[in-house]
C-alpha cells in the first residue's frame, strides 16, 4: 500500500466507520418496528442488514491493512465501472432505469423492497468511500449538500409514486382517493406553526452541527488569470452548463429556459385533464406524468449529476473511479450538417460567396450552404404537429383544439431537441444542424 493511500484511508477511517454504525442503527430501528407491526420475516431482513454494517464499522476503523480491502469496492468492479462510464451510457442508462421503475412501479413502491434499494445504495456508497478519487469528489464540501438532496428527492419521488399507486388501486375497487378519505382539517395555531418551529429548531441545530464538521468550501482569492478547471457553475445550472456542450449559448442559456418557463406558464391552459386535481395518480395522468418526470428527472437531474460528478477538467467525462486527469484529451471531430451533406455526401466544398459579393448574395449563398439543416428543422415543427395529431395524439387534437394542441406539440418537440442533439452529437459528432457564424447563429 502506497504512503499516499494509506494517509488517505486513516483520515477517513473514523468517519466512515460511523457511518457503517449509522446504518447499522438505522436497519436496527427498522427491525424493532417490523418486528412490533407482527412481520418478523421483514424484520430478520433488516436485523440482518443491521450486523452485516456492524461488521463493517470496525473494519473501516481500521484504517488500513487487509481489513479496509473488506470494505472496498473491488478494483476489478470500479475498472468495469470507468471503462463503460460514458456520457452516452449514463444518459441512456439512465432513462432505462426510469423506464423500469415506471413499468414495475407497483414492485418498486412496495416498502421492504424501496428499504433493500435504499440499503444497497447505502453499501455502495460505504464500498466506494474508499477510493481516493471517489471520496474527493462526493466528500468536496461543495457536493455533500447534492449528495444529500439526490436522496432526498429519491424519497419523496417513492413517496408520491406510491401514494400514486394507491390511489390508483382504490379507484379499480371503486374507492375514493385517500386524500378524500383522509379530508380533515387542522388550525394553523397551533398544529401548523408548532410543527413550523420545531422543524425550524431542528434545522438550525443541523446546520451548526453540519458548519462545525465540514470545512467551508472556500478556494483561492478570484484572479483574471486563472481560472478552476474545470470552471463549474452553482448545483442548480449545471444543467444548463452541460446543454452549452450540445447547443450556442443563445439556444441553451436564453431559448430552451423561455421555452421551459413559457410551458410551465401555459400548461394551466393547455391541460384538458381534470383528473388528479387534489389528489395523487398516474394511471389517469399517464402522458403528464410521463413528460414530468423525463424531463425534470433525465433531461434536468440526471444532467446536473453528470456535470457536478462526472464532468472534470476541460469540461471531459470521467469515471466516478477515474481521476480528474488535467491533461486528459479526447480526440472529437465535430462536423456541421452542411458538412455532411456537401462533402461527404457529395464531395463537393461548401458553397462560398465571393469576398466582394453582394449582400443579397452572400445571403444566397449562405442559405443554399445551410439548405439541409433549413429543411430539416423546417420539417420537424412544420410536419410532426399534424403526423402526431393523426396518429399518436389524435385524442389530444380532437379535445384540445387547434391552437392548444398545437402549442402543447412544439413545447414537446422544443424538449426533445436536447435529447435529439445529444444522441446526434455522441453518434455522428454532429455539432450543428444550422451553422452561421457569419452571424453568430448556430443550431
Known amino acids: ?153 429519491g424519497f419523496f419521488t417513492w413517496l408520491g409514486t406510491a401514494k400514486a399507486v394507491e390511489n390508483d388501486d382504490r379507484r379499480l375497487r371503486g374507492e375514493p382517493p385517500m386524500e378524500k378519505v383522509e379530508n380533515e382539517k ?63 449559448p443563445w439556444m441553451a442559456g436564453v431559448v430552451l429556459p423561455s421555452m421551459v418557463i413559457v410551458g410551465l406558464m401555459a400548461i394551466p391552459f393547455l391541460d384538458f385533464n381534470k383528473a388528479g386535481n387534489g389528489y395523487y395518480t398516474i394511471d389517469e395522468r399517464k402522458f403528464s406524468y410521463i413528460v414530468f418526470q423525463v424531463g425534470f428527472l433525465e433531461l434536468w437531474v440526471v444532467l446536473i449529476i453528470l456535470g457536478t460528478f462526472l464532468r472534470g477538467p476541460n469540461w471531459n467525462f470521467f469515471g466516478p473511479y477515474e481521476f480528474w486527469d488535467a491533461h486528459k484529451v479526447d480526440a472529437l471531430n465535430n462536423v456541421d450538417l452542411a458538412q455532411y451533406w456537401w462533402i461527404d455526401l457529395w464531395g463537393r466544398s461548401l458553397p462560398k460567396a465571393p469576398p466582394d459579393a453582394p449582400w443579397y448574395i452572400t445571403l444566397w449563398t449562405i442559405f443554399w450552404r445551410e439548405i439541409a439543416g433549413i429543411v430539416l428543422v423546417v420539417a420537424y415543427f412544420a410536419i410532426l404537429p399534424p403526423l402526431m395529431a393523426a396518429t399518436v395524439f389524435r385524442k389530444f387534437f380532437i379535445r384540445m383544439g387547434f391552437i392548444r394542441y398545437i402549442v402543447m406539440a412544439n413545447l414537446l418537440l422544443i424538449m426533445a431537441l436536447l435529447p435529439i442533439k445529444m444522441i446526434l452529437r455522441w453518434t455522428v459528432n454532429l455539432k450543428y444542424i444550422i451553422a452561421i457564424p457569419e452571424w453568430f447563429l448556430n443550431f
Open 1 to 153: 500500500m502506497h504512503g499516499n493511500e494509506h494517509d488517505f484511508l486513516q483520515s477517513i477511517a473514523g468517519g466512515l466507520g460511523m457511518y457503517y454504525l449509522f446504518c447499522s442503527l438505522i436497519n436496527a430501528v427498522a427491525a424493532f418496528f417490523t418486528w412490533q407491526r407482527g412481520n418478523s420475516r421483514q424484520a430478520i431482513g433488516w436485523l440482518a442488514f443491521s450486523l452485516l454494517f456492524l461488521l463493517m464499522a470496525p473494519l473501516a476503523m481500521s484504517g488500513g491493512g487487509w481489513m479496509m480491502t473488506l470494505v472496498s469496492m473491488p478494483d476489478s468492479v470500479k475498472d468495469a465501472v470507468d471503462h463503460f462510464s460514458r456520457a452516452e451510457t449514463f444518459m441512456g442508462g439512465a432513462l432505462i432505469c426510469l423506464i423500469i421503475l415506471f413499468v414495475g412501479r407497483r414492485f418498486f413502491v412496495k416498502l421492504a423492497v424501496a428499504w433493500v434499494m435504499l440499503n444497497i445504495a447505502l453499501l455502495v456508497m460505504g464500498l466506494s468511500m474508499t477510493d481516493p478519487d471517489f471520496a474527493a469528489i462526493v466528500a468536496k464540501p461543495d457536493n455533500v449538500p447534492i449528495v444529500g438532496l439526490l436522496f432526498i428527492l
Open 186 to 248: 387542522v388550525l394553523v395555531w397551533p398544529d401548523l406553526v408548532y410543527t413550523e418551529l420545531i422543524c425550524m429548531l431542528a434545522l438550525t441545530a443541523l446546520l451548526i452541527i453540519w458548519a462545525i464538521a465540514l470545512q467551508a468550501p472556500l478556494e483561492e482569492p478570484a484572479s483574471s488569470v486563472k481560472t478552476p478547471n474545470p470552471s463549474k457553475a452553482p448545483w442548480y445550472f449545471l444543467g444548463l452548463q452541460e446543454m452549452l456542450v450540445y447547443f450556442d
